[in-house]
Each structure stands twice: as structure tokens, then as C-alpha cells.
């Protein structure tokens, strides 16, 4: 059996011949250009070596397919993830009570089965909550651990191939909790969800908390005139004071390690208006603080590398040696691309971050609506086997692999920025081709954006 991670934890267990039916089904239903290559069946036993090999090539196998736009977003491929999540875990299906926690610390208790996907589930709080059906989409469910000190360090956002209730009990740790938060990057959203009582009280409670976790900065004078808002129940009024700080909107991640302005630096990363922000503390104990642009960055990955156990044959190495980090190529000045890394247990958090503001600008740029991205209805009936996104899926199924082959470099299709003379990236920091997410935003990057 294979074990499938996410996030440097075991998703589910699957065999070859299972996923053999998987790859059998998805190129009965797309056609056999559409789908990747399979690891060929063997007469004979296989040797250590090829049992090895054959275990990198699944691996592949199934990064190539969550990757791939309509693969990945398909119900025949998220709804075997979903089954092998809920055998390997050994959980029947039945009734049970799920709590749900708010930002201010509410907990919204519904009744679903343990088979019930991250949608189901969505519903059944804004059921609950009384939020209003084309409201749900601007809101996501996410799992989040919860620290000493009461605050939340986000792990990731649930995804439409697991089981909440699954996933939350399997790691039989009460630190890990469900939490529910907007979903969006564009505080012009902002509008659509205060237009309703729930949505907006939910936004406050949000806005609200962030605020008192330090996430928004505030001033003395901003935080008396909070109060006073505050006061009155002004919640509107509130926000729309709040949308003009700093950091509003922004989702901060646990202090971590980067390489950029070099290596070793520690840094307080935050993702919003489609940017990540640094907060870099040098060796000299001096911080600074800049933006890295996502229509500036070229592609990004996120590696993990599963050290090899020392101890008795069929041990794992603990969640805590799982080392996962981000690396994107960016855009320093018109003909320098420079690669920066980022070692955080939340990277695969990270990269969700950047793709779902790539795929609201290119949705926006299209001149689409993001209520429709949200939610793809029919006949009045969600339409659940062809949710997809409206770019590539970030990558979630990790990778365990240390030694990274040379980049194969992005074919430029850039119209106007001139790349001759672009000095390559240090080997260190290559990454190889297969496992990159080329940003559909930065093709259109051009002088003025320099």
C-alpha cells in the first residue's frame, strides 16, 4: 500500500491496483491525451529498487493529476480521495455532531455524517448560521491548530477531495480545530456579504478579532475611534474605518525561516492584497519590511522532504521532521528573476493563498463575476462535478523529495517585459519542471507594473 499525505500528514492508504482503477476510470471519462501516463503493471515481484521507483512514479502520477485543471477539480478523482480517506481512517458512516468555530471563539455545532464532503459541510454551518445561499462562497472552512495562548496558526484550507469530520478526528489532537473565514482577497467583496445581517455580523467578528490579534495595525487615535464605533454598534461604519489599515484583510502566518535578503533570516510572512509581505528580521537584529507582488511571481512550488527513519524498519518519522517550503520565482527588476524561499510547516497554506488571488485577478481581469466563480449553480442544483477552479489547483499532494532536479525554464510567453540577459537562479534553489505552478497573472505583467 501507498500512504498519501497532505500537508506532512497521512491522508489516506491506497493500493496500485486502486489507483490503476482510478486512472482507468479518469481516462474513460477525458480520453487518454487528457491523461497523464501510468506506471505500467509488472509480471514478476518487484525489487526494492522497483518498488521504489514505482512508488516515485504513482507520486508523480498524482501530483500531474491534482495539478491538472479539470482532473484535479473532477468529482471521479476527489470522490477517491474522499472514500480511501474514510477507509483508511476506518470511520463508518453515521450521524455525528461537528462544532465549528467563529472568529470571536463561537462555536456553531451541525449535525452531518462523518461521509459528508467540505461543501456539505460549509452548508450545513451557513444553514445553521442562517447565512443566505449566494452568500456561502464568499466563506471557507479551515483547519487551524490552536496555540497556548488561544490564538489560531492556520494549516490549511479544507478541500473539496477530503471529509472534515475525518480529517479533524483523525489527527486525535484537540488543538485542531475547524474555523470559518471569508474567503476572498478584494475588500470590495466587502459590500456583497455586509448587504446581509449574518454576513456582516460575521465580517465584524472577523475584522473585530484581527484587530485584537495584532493582525490589523492601529494607532492610538484609529483605536479610539474603533472604540467608539465599537460603542455605538456602528458594525458598517467599523469596517469601512478598518479597510483603510494596515494589514486589513491580511492573513499572518507563524514566524519562519526565509532566504531572501539572505539565507537564515527569520521572517513574519503575511498574504493580502495580492502580495506577500515580509517582515524580515536580519542577522544584525534590524527589520525590514517589503512586498513580493503575485503578478510578479513567474511559478512557485511547495517541496517536502520526509527524513529517513533511523528506527525499527516500518517506523515513520514524526509530523514534526516533515520540513515543507515554498519557493517562487519573482520578478526583481525588469531582466531579474531571482528565486526566494520561504520553510514553513504552512507552506502548502501559502501557496493556496497565492493561487486563489491569481484566480480572483484573472477572473476579474476577464471581467467575470466572483459569485459565479464561487458558485457554479444550475437549475437552482450546485453542480458539484465540475466545481473547478479558474486556474490550476494548488499543489496539496506532498512530495517527499530532498534533492531537486535543475529548473527547466518557463517557455516566456511575456509580452512586454524583455527577459535577454535574465542571470539564472542559483542550483540551490532550482526546482524541477514538473512540479511548478506557472502564474497565469504574470503573462501580462508589463513595464508600467515595473
Not at 514478476?44 to 500531474?64: G, H, I, N, W
Not at 506577500?276 to 510578479?296: A, C, D, H, M, Y
Not at 521532521?321 to 515554498?326: N, S, W
Amino acid at each position: 500500500a501507498y500512504n498519501i499525505h497532505v500537508n506532512g500528514v497521512l491522508h489516506c492508504r491506497v493500493r496500485y491496483s486502486q489507483l490503476l482503477g482510478l486512472h482507468e476510470q479518469l481516462r474513460k471519462e477525458y480520453g487518454a491525451n487528457v491523461v497523464p501516463a501510468f506506471p505500467p503493471k509488472k509480471i514478476f515481484t518487484l525489487t526494492p529498487a522497483e518498488v521504489e521507483q514505482r512508488r516515485e512514479q504513482l507520486e508523480k502520477y498524482m501530483q500531474a493529476v491534482r495539478q491538472d485543471q479539470t482532473l484535479g477539480g473532477s468529482e471521479t478523482f476527489n470522490s477517491f480521495l474522499r472514500k480511501a480517506q474514510q477507509e483508511t481512517q476506518q470511520i463508518p458512516t453515521e450521524e455525528v455532531v461537528l462544532e465549528v468555530l467563529l472568529s470571536n471563539g463561537q462555536k456553531v455545532k451541525v449535525t452531518i455524517l462523518t461521509s459528508d464532503q467540505t461543501e456539505d459541510v460549509l452548508e450545513a454551518v451557513a444553514s445553521k448560521l442562517d447565512l443566505p445561499d449566494d452568500l456561502v462562497g464568499y466563506f471557507s472552512l479551515f483547519l487551524v491548530r490552536e496555540t497556548k495562548d488561544g490564538a489560531f496558526s492556520f494549516v490549511r484550507k479544507l478541500q473539496e477531495f477530503e471529509l472534515p469530520y475525518v480529517s479533524v478526528t483523525s489527527l486525535h489532537n484537540p488543538e485542531f480545530r475547524i474555523i470559518l473565514r471569508k474567503s476572498y482577497w478584494d475588500s470590495s467583496y466587502d459590500d456583497d456579504v455586509m448587504e446581509h445581517r449574518v454576513g456582516l455580523n460575521l465580517l465584524y467578528a472577523q475584522t473585530v478579532s484581527d484587530i485584537e490579534r495584532g493582525w490589523i495595525l492601529v494607532n492610538k487615535e484609529q483605536h479610539r475611534q474603533l472604540k467608539s464605533l465599537q460603542e455605538k454598534v456602528s458594525k458598517k461604519e467599523f469596517i469601512r474605518l478598518a479597510q483603510t489599515l494596515k494589514y486589513y484583510g491580511y492573513l499572518k502566518f507563524d514566524p519562519c525561516v526565509t532566504d531572501f535578503p539572505e539565507k537564515g533570516c527569520h521572517v513574519v510572512v503575511s498574504a493580502g492584497n495580492n502580495e506577500l509581505n515580509f517582515q524580515v528580521r536580519l542577522p544584525n537584529e534590524q527589520i525590514k519590511e517589503g512586498s513580493f507582488k503575485v503578478t510578479r511571481m513567474r511559478c512557485w512550488r511547495v517541496t517536502s522532504s520526509v527524513p529517513m527513519s533511523n528506527g525499527p524498519s516500518g517506523s515513520s518519522p514524526s509530523k514534526s521532521e516533515v520540513k515543507l517550503e515554498l519557493a517562487f520565482e519573482y520578478l526583481m527588476s525588469k531582466d531579474r528573476l531571482q528565486w526566494v524561499t520561504i520553510t514553513s510547516p504552512q507552506a502548502i497554506m501559502l501557496s493556496i493563498c497565492l493561487q486563489s488571488m491569481v484566480d480572483e485577478l484573472m477572473v476579474k481581469k476577464s471581467g467575470g463575476s466572483i459569485r459565479k466563480m464561487f458558485r457554479r449553480r444550475m437549475n437552482g442544483a450546485l453542480r458539484r462535478s465540475d466545481s473547478q477552479q479558474a486556474v490550476k489547483s494548488p499543489p496539496l499532494l506532498d512530495s517527499p523529495d530532498a534533492s531537486r532536479e535543475p529548473m527547466a525554464k518557463l517557455s516566456s510567453k511575456l509580452t512586454s517585459v524583455s527577459l535577454r540577459g535574465i542571470s539564472h537562479s542559483s542550483s540551490a534553489n532550482d526546482v524541477g519542471a514538473n512540479d511548478f505552478h506557472g502564474n497565469y497573472a504574470f503573462e501580462g505583467i508589463g513595464d508600467e507594473d515595473l
